[in-house]
Antibody, heavy 118, light 110 residues
Framework: EVQLVESGGGLVQPGGSLRLSCAASGFTFSSYAMNWVRQAPGKGLEWVSYISSRSTTMYYADSVKGRFTISRDNAKNSLYLQMNSLRDEDTAVYYC???????????WGQGTLVTVSS | QSVLTQPASVSGSPGQSITISCAGTSSDVGGYNFVSWFQQHPGKAPKLMIYDVSNRPSGVSNRFSGSKSGNTASLTISGLQAEDEADYYCSSYTSRSSVVFGGGTKLTVL
């Protein structure tokens, strides 16, 4: 069974940093591209970032470009999102999702809440 | 403001069919056959229902179908059931190598 478990969320002040992790199991992690998608409280889904299976290609939403960095460690079956210069509008539940940059995200984690507030 | 436009809400009675539209541009929906649809129940993670415009993942009921005409994609749910009540989101690949979502549609089963 495919499992994706996010961690690392919490309360952080504006301008601060946070690193999210996503632990994958139940499939060959190194064979799949991965993504981060977020959802602000009571709002819709927003794609954040994509990384190819071997980390050769990364894409970012304009709203996070230059502030967030996606990475992965295939030996540890883990996906990461380094978030710097956090803003109030980055407050959201962050999901990791398996799938290609076409948007066919076939498996999602349960999400981790990031709250940016002073 | 979402790039893809969906109706805020739709409703239908059990057994009926409903269609949710997803309007984009030639730079996203109209330019690629990479439209997906997701179902999200309150407090839960999204679930992929349709990918690549009209393909259903294994395990998804054949009551769910997708299509596209020009810059607008559609999700049709036939034989509505109470458990279909949820939020539905469309997404599309874009010419800027990104993925965009619609604003979401709340489906109410009357």
């Amino acid at each position: 069974e495919v499992q994706l478990v996010e961690s690392g969320g919490g309360l952080v002040q504006p301008g601060g940093s946070l690193r999210l992790s996503c632990a994958a199991s139940g499939f060959t992690f190194s064979s799949y591209a991965m993504n981060w998608v977020r959802q602000a409280p009571g709002k819709g889904l927003e794609w954040v970032s994509y990384i190819s299976s071997r980390s050769t290609t990364m894409y970012y939403a304009d709203s996070v470009k230059g502030r967030f960095t996606i990475s992965r460690d295939n030996a540890k079956n883990s996906l990461y999102l380094q978030m710097n210069s956090l803003r109030d509008e980055d407050t959201a539940v962050y999901y990791c999702a398996r799938g290609e940059d076409s948007g066919s995200f076939d498996n999602w984690g349960q999400g981790t809440l990031v709250t940016v507030s002073s | 403001q979402s790039v893809l436009t969906q109706p805020a809400s739709v409703s239908g009675s059990p057994g009926q069919s409903i269609t949710i539209s997803c309007a984009g541009t030639s730079s996203d929906v109209g330019g690629y056959n990479f439209v997906s649809w997701f179902q999200q129940h309150p407090g839960k993670a999204p679930k992929l229902m349709i990918y690549d415009v009209s393909n259903r993942p294994s395990g998804v009921s054949n009551r769910f179908s997708g299509s596209k005409s020009g810059n607008t994609a559609s999700l049709t749910i036939s034989g509505l059931q109470a458990e279909d009540e949820a939020d539905y989101y469309c997404s599309s690949y874009t010419s800027r190598s990104s993925v965009v979502f619609g604003g979401g549609t709340k489906l109410t089963v009357l």
